[in-house]
């Protein structure tokens, strides 16, 4: 007979990797109309100016030049980031994360007089130190 026991279940899908401060680097916007590229926007930001603060207790935080701008709930659903906020607003990332780099994917729709408008977005961040 062998018993093994262990602590605390080790966390096989990513989210253990999530844990911690993240510099959001860049964020790269793909504008359609009706399924037709419209323009592609990169926005490059300075380390510090926005931070993603990722608590392995299912809370993280947003800070924009140190000062708190949101702070929401969060779960992992396979390859998904959902996050909650404190008004029960729901969205779901995409996701890739390694020790150092974190990619979110996200899309944002919405039909206008009969067109659908949509925003692709995808973030790089990098650990913070």
């Not at 911690?20 to 510090?48: A, C, H, M, P």
């Not at 140190?66 to 969205?91: A, K």
């Amino acid at each position: 007979l062998f018993l093994t026991t262990a602590c605390e279940k080790e966390k096989e899908d990513g989210s253990q990797l999530l844990e911690g401060k993240w510099n959001q680097r860049s964020t790269l916007r793909i504008d359609y109309i009706d399924n037709v590229k419209q323009n592609e926007t990169t926005f490059s930001y300075q380390t510090g100016k926005l931070v993603l603060q990722i608590a392995d207790d299912g809370t993280a935080k947003r800070f924009t030049d140190g000062v708190l701008s949101d702070s929401f709930y969060w779960i992992v659903d396979g390859n998904l980031f959902i996050t909650t906020s404190n008004s029960g607003v729901e969205l779901k990332y995409e996701f890739s994360v390694s020790e150092l780099d974190m990619n979110l994917k996200w899309a944002l729709q919405s039909t206008v007089d009969g067109h659908v408008m949509r925003s692709d977005y995808s973030a790089t961040y990098k650990k913070a130190e």
